[in-house]
Nanobody
Framework: VQVVESGGGLVQAGGSLGLSCSAA????????MEWYRQGPGKQRELVAG???????EYADSVKGRFTISMDSAKPAVLLQMNNLKPADTAVYYC??????????WGQGTQVTVSS
C-alpha cells in the first residue's frame, strides 16, 4: 500500500487549504483514515479521523474549522482546513488503517500558516 499526500503549502492566517491522501494497493477494505500533525518541538497529535462505522472525530483545537471526508472505494481522504491559525503550522501525516494491524503512514506534507 502506498499512502500519498498532497495539498500542503504556505497560507496566511484566516486562509484555507485542503489536504488529500490516497491509500491504494490493498485488497482489504479501509476501516479508518486519519490526519495527524507534528509541530516544531511537539509530539505528533491526532487532528481528525473518519471510520467507516463510527464516523468522524476531531481534535478540540480544530472543531468547527476542519472537515474530514472519505471516499472508501478508492480509498482516499480529504481534510478541508478553514480559518487557519499560526498554531496549525505543522507537518501533516496521513494514516490509513485496514484493520488487523494493517496500518500505513504517508511521508508527511508541510503546512505553514503565517501571521
Amino acid at each position: 500500500v502506498q499512502v500519498v499526500e498532497s495539498g500542503g503549502g504556505l497560507v496566511q492566517a484566516g486562509g484555507s487549504l485542503g489536504l488529500s491522501c490516497s491509500a491504494a494497493g490493498s485488497v482489504f477494505k479501509i476501516r479508518t483514515m486519519e490526519w495527524y500533525r507534528q509541530g516544531p518541538g511537539k509530539q505528533r497529535e491526532l487532528v481528525a479521523g473518519i471510520n467507516v462505522d463510527s464516523g468522524t472525530e476531531y481534535a478540540d483545537s480544530v472543531k468547527g474549522r476542519f472537515t474530514i471526508s472519505m471516499d472508501s472505494a478508492k480509498p482516499a481522504v480529504l481534510l478541508q482546513m478553514n480559518n487557519l491559525k499560526p498554531a496549525d503550522t505543522a507537518v501533516y501525516y496521513c494514516h490509513a488503517d485496514f484493520g488487523w494491524a494493517r496500518e500505513f503512514w504517508g511521508q508527511g506534507t508541510q503546512v505553514t500558516v503565517s501571521s
